[in-house]
T-cell receptor, first 115, second 117 residues
Framework: RKEVEQDPGPFNVPEGATVAFNCTYS??????FFWYRQDCRKEPKLLMSVYSSGNEDGRFTAQLNRASQYISLLIRDSKLSDSATYLCVVTRGENYGGSQGNLIFGKGTKLSVKP | NAGVTQTPKFQVLKTGQSMTLQCAQD?????MSWYRQDPGMGLRLIHY???????DQGEVPNGYNVSRSTTEDFPLRLLSAAPSQTSVYFCASSIFLRGQSFLFGYTFGSGTRLTVV
């Protein structure tokens, strides 16, 4: 099983649509979880952290299910500017040195929002 | 506040040449790392550092060296460039809380696009 798995997409949705991305991770020791956004030919940028209780930031809602090792991102009322690749990211979770902090990136899910 | 600065933005090398990719951050972050991103492969960790004088290997370290003489700088050296090292290289930094998981994610530089011919 890959460390972090995402559906690569692309997801092609009209403006105003609601779209959901899912992600699974293999290491139950992972402790921190994030969604990053990456625009074409740009660096990844932190979109939001993901907490066990679920968290919301405007039109974006992230959920974490530790028992199922599953992370989700919901985008409501999609905008053209939401078009990007969304990366699911988890910490390695090993118990020594700095490697517990190393982030493991999924390959990303591409979203294209059309007018 | 510049954040994470990478230079150069673009570079073309001939096979066998060596070069250093520069990375500097002004946020006093202890943790710094280098990733490469290739189509279909996602981001892969090359080397990382949890503080000045401390470095360790990541997932794909072969062909690369790093050093960390200061908190601010974390250069990546390509010893003898190969076409397989054609990639986009990202430097990232973060607050590092010893004994705890990362809470804040990483801040990335804008990347170096390297082509080896």
């Amino acid at each position: 099983r890959k460390e972090v798995e995402q559906d690569p997409g692309p997801f092609n949705v009209p403006e105003g649509a609601t779209v959901a991305f899912n992600c699974t991770y293999s290491n139950s020791a992972s402790q921190s979880f994030f969604w990053y956004r990456q625009d074409c030919r740009k660096e990844p940028k932190l979109l939001m952290s993901v907490y066990s209780s679920g968290n919301e930031d405007g039109r974006f809602t992230a959920q974490l299910n530790r028992a199922s090792q599953y992370i989700s991102l919901l985008i409501r009322d999609s905008k053209l500017s939401d078009s990007a690749t969304y990366l699911c990211v988890v910490t390695r979770g090993e118990n020594y040195g700095g490697s517990q902090g190393n982030l493991i990136f999924g390959k990303g899910t591409k979203l294209s929002v059309k007018p | 506040n510049a954040g994470v600065t990478q230079t150069p933005k673009f570079q073309v090398l001939k096979t066998g040449q060596s070069m250093t990719l520069q990375c500097a951050q002004d946020m006093n972050h202890e943790y710094m790392s280098w990733y490469r991103q290739d189509p279909g492969m996602g981001l892969r960790l090359i080397h990382y550092s949890v503080g000045a004088g401390i470095t360790d290997q990541g997932e794909v370290p072969n062909g690369y060296n790093v050093s960390r003489s200061t908190t601010e700088d974390f250069p990546l050296r390509l010893l003898s460039a190969a076409p397989s090292q054609t990639s986009v290289y990202f430097c990232a930094s973060s607050i590092f809380l010893r004994g705890q998981s990362f809470l804040f994610g990483y801040t990335f530089g804008s990347g170096t696009r390297l082509t080896v011919v």
